[in-house]
């Protein structure tokens, strides 16, 4: 199952189903997340591929935070990357960079060996703005061990834990008990999230397209409003379906991995998208209509 934080982070940075209920996003601490086995799976390759859809200002940044709370996860829980070769390869290729050292110099200090994290501290790859953070406050915690006398300044501390968690880490949330500590009082902080993190929600973008797969069926946007984009491979026939099984929509193809199908003058409510293959394969999707 997902963490606590990458789920928060799932729910406030990304659309999201109706049938998806977040529970507290706001505060970081909880969440709850009703998925199958194959949403889960399909939730967490969007984020790896980047055709999960995120807001508009910093996606890029939003995105990578979602990854590094992912990659946390499937190191904690490899069960998770058996069914896909998308997660696999995401670990793969993130061996010896930000993401595989943050992983590990956690684990290191949860166990004491400050001279392995002493060791990857001095090999960082300060690659991106998440990187940066997550190095200062490792190296902050690695000098208070070696010398028990020592802090960080206030002023340097502060201004990690005044930064948005959403688009520079949970290690915000780790900088502000550090705070706390330090001026033995509980601190109320900026959380520099912008509107959005207040209630006010932007432009979603994904930074990536979702492509045509032998083994998937892909809709987007969803919710949709006008239209919504079908993929997969080698298509015959598109069917919007009703609830009760009412066709409301049939789209007739020939041999095609991408078709659009206007719901402009459909009602809001949930529908289903039936594509027949040539190979006369089934494959079936929710879509909710707004």
Same mark, same amino acid.
């Given at each position: ?13 990304? %659309? ?6 977040? &529970? ?5 601490? +909880? ?5 199958? @086995? ?11 591929? +980047?055709?999960? /859809? ?7 940044? @939003? ?8 990659? /946390? ?22 061996? #010896? ?8 110099? &956690?684990?290191?200090?949860? %166990? ?11 090999? #960082?790859?300060?690659?991106?703005? !998440? ?14 061990? =070696?010398?028990?006398? #020592? ?24 900088? @502000?008990? !550090? ?11 900026? =959380? ?13 973008? @994904? ?23 079908? !993929?997969?491979? %080698? ?17 007739? !193809? ?37």
């Amino acid at each position: 199952m997902t963490n606590s934080y990458l789920t928060s982070i799932i729910c406030i940075n990304t %659309k999201i189903p109706d049938d998806i209920t977040c &529970g507290r996003c706001n505060s970081g601490t +909880g969440i709850i997340m009703p998925l199958s @086995r194959s949403d889960l799976d399909s939730t967490l390759e969007a984020i790896v591929e +980047g055709t999960i /859809e995120v807001p508009a200002d910093y996606a890029a940044q @939003r995105r990578y935070v979602m990854q590094q709370q992912l990659f /946390e996860m499937l190191q904690s829980n490899p069960s998770l990357l058996n069914q896909s070769a998308s997660l696999q390869s995401f670990i793969q290729n993130n061996q #010896w960079t930000g993401l595989d050292f943050i992983y590990f110099t &956690g684990y290191y200090l949860s %166990k004491g060996n400050m001279d392995a994290v002493n060791l990857l501290l001095s090999f #960082w790859p300060n690659q991106t703005n !998440l990187d940066n953070n997550y190095y200062k406050y490792f190296d902050w915690l690695a000098q208070m061990y =070696d010398n028990p006398d #020592w802090q960080p300044s206030q002023e340097d501390v502060l201004e990690l834990a005044n930064k948005c968690p959403l688009r520079n880490g949970v290690v915000v949330y780790a900088a @502000r008990n !550090l705070y706390n500590a330090m001026t033995r009082t509980i601190n109320h902080f900026q =959380d520099d999230c912008n509107s959005y993190y207040r209630g006010v929600r932007s432009d979603f973008i @994904r930074l990536n397209e979702p492509t045509a797969t032998k083994s998937k069926l892909v809709i987007y946007p969803n919710p949709a409003k006008t239209s919504v984009n079908v !993929l997969c491979n %080698k298509m015959k026939q598109v069917e919007l379906l009703g609830l009760f099984g009412r066709k409301v929509i049939t789209k007739m !193809l020939s041999n095609t991995d991408k078709t659009v199908i206007d719901i402009s003058t459909l009602q809001k409510g949930l529908f289903l998208i039936k594509v027949i293959t040539t190979d006369n394969n089934v494959k079936i999707e929710k879509l909710i209509v707004e």
